[in-house]
T-cell receptor
């Protein structure tokens, strides 16, 4: 079974600063996917970024980037030039690869991020 | 951008009553899911559904729960006899397959009183 650990329950940062959210995971799978989801106060789950384990290059989506360290089983999210709209709960999630279709997502406990004006 | 639509957004029900939560997945997606989030806790997998049958279910998904895709567009979660501990946010999600990531609906907040 897979586990996902987010060791920072809460973080806060000044607007325009950079913040890094940590995530570690445990798995015996060699091929898998990792995700960061954002949950704003509206409670909607929004996909922020996705990483395929077989790709060494770190994924980037505009101001969001990841530091994927496969050997260390670490998958941190960096938010650059943080904005007030980034205030949300952030969940790290793991999915093992399947040739038969999508597998379930295993989530961490989340990090509540507050951007301070 | 295509959306996953969930109705209702909030439902209050008495303990012991049956509830049906409804979802309309993205039309060309093949895989459908229900997840649950008890307030302040992490998101937990309930069930996955493909080709009109359950692919996988968690230990949470006991005999009180069932899923159905009755008409090719809707995807429903039924809780037969609700308990207080079923109070949670229920998320429907769909995907096209092969690790592409899900699209989640905006959730149904279920309150059992």
């Amino acid at each position: 079974a897979q586990t996902v650990t987010q060791s920072q329950p809460e973080m806060s940062v000044q607007e325009a600063e950079t913040v890094t959210l940590s995530c570690t995971y445990d798995t015996s799978e060699s091929n898998y996917y990792l995700f960061w989801y954002k949950q704003p106060p509206s409670r909607q789950m929004i996909l922020v970024i996705r990483q395929e384990a077989y790709k060494q290059q770190n994924a980037t989506e505009n101001r969001f980037s990841v530091n994927f360290q496969k050997a260390a089983k670490s998958f941190s999210l960096k938010i650059s030039d943080s904005q007030l709209g980034d205030t949300a709960m952030y969940f790290c999630a793991f999915m093992k690869h399947s040739n038969f279709g999508n597998e379930k997502l295993t989530f961490g406990t989340g990090t509540r991020l507050t951007i301070i004006p | 951008e295509p959306e996953v639509t969930q109705t209702p957004s909030h439902q209050v029900t008495q303990m012991g009553q049956e509830v049906i939560l409804r979802c309309v997945p993205i039309s060309n997606h093949l895989y459908f899911y229900w997840y649950r989030q008890i307030l302040g806790q992490k998101v937990e997998f309930l069930v996955s559904f493909y080709n009109n049958e359950i692919s996988e279910k968690s230990e949470i998904f006991d005999d009180q729960f069932s899923v159905e895709r009755p008409d090719g567009s809707n995807f429903t979660l039924k809780i037969r006899s609700t308990k207080l501990e079923d109070s949670a946010m229920y998320f429907c999600a769909s995907s096209a397959g092969t690790g592409g990531g899900y699209t989640f609906g905006s959730g149904t907040r279920l309150t059992v009183v």
